[in-house]
C-alpha cells in the first residue's frame, strides 16, 4: 500500500490485520484516520432524522384528522384548514431558508399538502375528474417548487405522481381492466398497481419514464451540480425502472401462457437485458454504486431461477438441485462484488 492512499475503513481494516492490531488499536487508528463520525457530524445526522420524522407525523395526523372528523366538517374549514398549513410551511421555509433542514421538509410538506387540497376539492365538488388529473395536476402544481428547492425528496415526489399519472392514465382511458383485472381491482389499489405492469406496453412506458430520470440525474450529478451529488433519488428510481420490465419478463417465463392473456411480450426482457447491461457498465467503472450493482444482480438471479423452475424442476428431487443453484448464484455475486469494491479502493 502506498503512502498516497487515502485513508478509508478498508484501508485501515487490512493494515490492522496485517500487522495484528487489537481493538482498541484499531479503533484508535479509526480516530486517528478521522473517519469516525465527530459530534456535530452525529448531531447534523440526528437533527434531519428527527425533522423528517416529525414532518411524517405532521401529515400522517392532517390524513388521520379529516379521515376523522370529514363527516363533521364544512368544506370551508377543510379548505382553511389545509390552505393555511400550506402557507404555515411556505412561511417557514422564508424565515428558515430554502437550504436549511427545517425548510427543506417544510418545502415538502407543503408540496405533500397540496395533494391533500385537490383531493378534498374534488370530494367537496364531486367534480367527476378522473384520478390520473388529479396526479398530474398535483405534479404541474410542485414543479416549480421542485425547481426551486432542488431537493431529492420533492422530485420523488414528483416522479411517484408521474408514474401513478401514466397507470391511472392507461389502465382508465386507454385499456380499461378486463377480465382478471376487474378481479385485482377489488382486492386493493396496491395489487391493481402491481398486477398493471405485467402489460408490457406500460411496463415500457413506465420504465421509460424512470429510466429518462435516471440518465438526467447522474448526468447532472456528473457535471457537478450540488444538489444532485445525493444517491437516494438515482437508486429509488433506477429499483423502480428494472421493477416495471423485471417482472413480466418473470411473468413470461413462469408462465408463457399468459403472454396472450395480458400483452405480454419480448419487448420487456429486451429492455431489462439492455438496462442491466448499462447499469452493470456505468456503475461499475464510471460512477461507483454498489447498491444498484446488487440490485441488477438480484435480477439476473431471479431470470435465472425463474428459468430453472420451468425447465428444469422436474420432480422433487430436482429442488435440491434448484436450492444448490440458488446459494451458488448468491454466492457468486456476493464474491464478485466484494472483488469490485476491492478494486475501488486500490484506485483510489
Known amino acids: 500500500?502506498?503512502?498516497?492512499?487515502?485513508?478509508?475503513?478498508?484501508?485501515?481494516?487490512?493494515?490492522?490485520?496485517?500487522?495484528?492490531?487489537?481493538?482498541?488499536a484499531?479503533?484508535?487508528?479509526?480516530?486517528?484516520?478521522?473517519?469516525?463520525?465527530?459530534?456535530?457530524?452525529?448531531?447534523?445526522d440526528i437533527d434531519r432524522f428527527l425533522s423528517a420524522?416529525?414532518?411524517?407525523?405532521?401529515?400522517?395526523?392532517?390524513?388521520?384528522?379529516?379521515?376523522?372528523?370529514?363527516?363533521?366538517?364544512?368544506?370551508?374549514?377543510?379548505?382553511?384548514?389545509i390552505q393555511s398549513g400550506?402557507?404555515?410551511?411556505?412561511?417557514?421555509?422564508?424565515?428558515?431558508?430554502?437550504?436549511?433542514?427545517?425548510?427543506r421538509v417544510s418545502l415538502f410538506v407543503a408540496a405533500f399538502l397540496t395533494g391533500t387540497l385537490l383531493a378534498v376539492f374534488g370530494q367537496v365538488y364531486q367534480?367527476?375528474?378522473?384520478?390520473?388529473?388529479?396526479?398530474?395536476?398535483?405534479?404541474?402544481?410542485?414543479?416549480?417548487?421542485?425547481?426551486?428547492?432542488?431537493?431529492?425528496?420533492?422530485?420523488?415526489?414528483?416522479?411517484?405522481?408521474?408514474?401513478l399519472t401514466i397507470i391511472m392514465y392507461y389502465t382508465q382511458v386507454l385499456h380499461p381492466p378486463e377480465g382478471w383485472w376487474q378481479l385485482a381491482q377489488l382486492l386493493g389499489p396496491l395489487v391493481?398497481?402491481?398486477?398493471?405492469?405485467?402489460?408490457?406496453?406500460?411496463?415500457?412506458?413506465?420504465?421509460?419514464?424512470?429510466?429518462?430520470?435516471?440518465?438526467?440525474?447522474?448526468?447532472?450529478?456528473?457535471n457537478g451540480i450540488a444538489w444532485m451529488q445525493g444517491r437516494v433519488f438515482p437508486r429509488l428510481t433506477a429499483v423502480a425502472?428494472?421493477?416495471?420490465?423485471?417482472?413480466?419478463?418473470?411473468?413470461?417465463?413462469?408462465?408463457?401462457?399468459l403472454m396472450e392473456k395480458t400483452g405480454l411480450s419480448v419487448v420487456s426482457p429486451i429492455l431489462l437485458l439492455a438496462a442491466t447491461a448499462a447499469c452493470i457498465y456505468y456503475y461499475q467503472y464510471q460512477r461507483h454504486d454498489l447498491l444498484i450493482l446488487t440490485c441488477n444482480l438480484f435480477g439476473v438471479i431471479m431470470v435465472i431461477t425463474a428459468f430453472?423452475?420451468?425447465?428444469?424442476?422436474?420432480?422433487?428431487?430436482?429442488?435440491?438441485?434448484?436450492?444448490?443453484?440458488?446459494?451458488?448464484?448468491?454466492?457468486?455475486?456476493?464474491?464478485w462484488l466484494r472483488q469490485v469494491a476491492q478494486r475501488w479502493e486500490q484506485e483510489t
Open 86 to 103: 400550506i402557507i404555515a410551511a411556505v412561511v417557514m421555509v422564508w424565515r428558515l431558508g430554502i437550504d436549511s433542514s427545517a425548510g
Open 26 to 44: 484499531y479503533r484508535r487508528a479509526i480516530e486517528i484516520a478521522q473517519l469516525s463520525p465527530d459530534q456535530a457530524r452525529w448531531l447534523c
Open 127 to 163: 367534480t367527476g375528474a378522473d384520478p390520473y388529473s388529479l396526479f398530474l395536476t398535483w405534479a404541474v402544481l410542485i414543479l416549480p417548487w421542485a425547481i426551486i428547492g432542488r431537493q431529492a425528496g420533492i422530485w420523488l415526489l414528483l416522479q411517484l405522481l408521474l408514474n
Open 241 to 257: 425502472a428494472l421493477s416495471t420490465v423485471l417482472i413480466p419478463t418473470i411473468v413470461i417465463i413462469a408462465a408463457a401462457g
Open 308 to 335: 430453472s423452475i420451468r425447465y428444469l424442476i422436474i420432480d422433487t428431487g430436482s429442488l435440491l438441485v434448484l436450492a444448490f443453484l440458488v446459494i451458488a448464484q448468491v454466492a457468486g455475486a456476493a464474491w
Open 192 to 222: 391493481l398497481l402491481g398486477s398493471t405492469v405485467l402489460d408490457s406496453t406500460l411496463a415500457s412506458y413506465l420504465f421509460a419514464l424512470n429510466a429518462a430520470a435516471l440518465v438526467i440525474w447522474e448526468v447532472g450529478a456528473h
Open 53 to 81: 420524522v416529525g414532518a411524517s407525523l405532521i401529515i400522517a395526523g392532517i390524513a388521520a384528522f379529516f379521515a376523522w372528523n370529514w363527516a363533521d366538517l364544512n368544506y370551508m374549514a377543510k379548505f382553511a384548514l
Open 1 to 24: 500500500m502506498s503512502k498516497e492512499t487515502p485513508a478509508s475503513y478498508g484501508n485501515v481494516q487490512q493494515m490492522a490485520e496485517q500487522l495484528n492490531l487489537s481493538a482498541a
